[in-house]
Structure formats: C-alpha cells, structure tokens
C-alpha cells in the first residue's frame, strides 16, 4: 500500500490547502483592485467641489468652514458637496458587493 505524505490531520495531501488559499487570496487581490479602480473612477468624476473638499477633509483633516475658505465656497456648499461625493463613493462599494 502506497503512503502519502499528508498533513498532522491525516486527510489532505500537505501544500493542497496552500494552494487552496493562494487561488483565494489571488482572487481577493484581484476583487480589490477592481474595487480601487472603479472607486478611483467615480472619485475622479466628482465635480472640482466635491473632490476638493474629499480631498481636503480626508488628507487635510480640515473642518468644513476651513474646506469652505480653502475652496472659496459657503460652508453649505461644501456639506452638500461632502454628503454628494460620499454618497457617490459607497454606490460603487455597494455594486461591487452586489445584491445583498
């Protein structure tokens, strides 16, 4: 009777399960990237407001009335801008993850 080399549990061929894992992480890997350009194609389609003030919010940590002076724009302006550019954002996380 012919032995194999299996792991401590005695069921699966050892390196199987790697490989297993390396087919899922590749297609993870490859689901993140789809989701960062397509995250990085609706940001780029926001208006010069919007992705201003993203921008000045999320890298800059500024305030809306510190984004409202930065941008020229009323503080309102750049709430709206804020709330349309954010909800514009998770739409493409939320087609990505498809029907729930």
Known sequence: MATTDTDEG?????GQEAIGVGLSQTHESS???????AVRASFE???????GALEL??????????????LGEEPGAVRLALRHALSQLSAVGREDAGPA
């Not at 005695?10 to 050892?14: A, I, L």
């Open 45 to 51: 389609s926001l208006g010069r407001v919007e992705r």
């Open 57 to 70: 919010a999320h890298n800059g940590g500024l305030t809306v009335r510190g984004i409202a002076e930065v």
């Open 10 to 14: 005695g069921g699966t061929p050892r």
């Open 31 to 37: 689901g993140r990237s789809q989701l960062a350009a």
